[in-house]
């Protein structure tokens, strides 16, 4: 996934602030809009460690590290 591909995704979630939508890669992370906060919530499964990120690019350069090293593996 490109990271302008990541910052589409970010976007169609800011979209849908009013909807629950969860991006998940089973046992690695889930992600999430949280309104309230105004923040992207990346949480890692293995851990339970919950990254909030305040805007679009921070939130799809954080995605993009975690997808590039699990392609490698």
Do not use: R, W
């Not at 800011?14 to 949480?43: A, D, R």
């Amino acid at each position: 996934m490109s990271i302008d591909e990541i910052k589409k995704m970010l976007k169609i979630l800011i979209e849908y602030e009013n909807s629950k939508i969860i991006h998940t890669i089973p046992g690695i992370i889930e992600l999430m809009y949280s309104k309230e906060s105004q923040c992207f919530q990346v949480t890692t499964l293995i851990d339970g460690e919950i990254s909030p990120y305040y805007d679009v690019n921070a939130a799809s350069q954080a995605l993009y590290a975690i997808l590039s090293t699990i392609k490698k593996d």
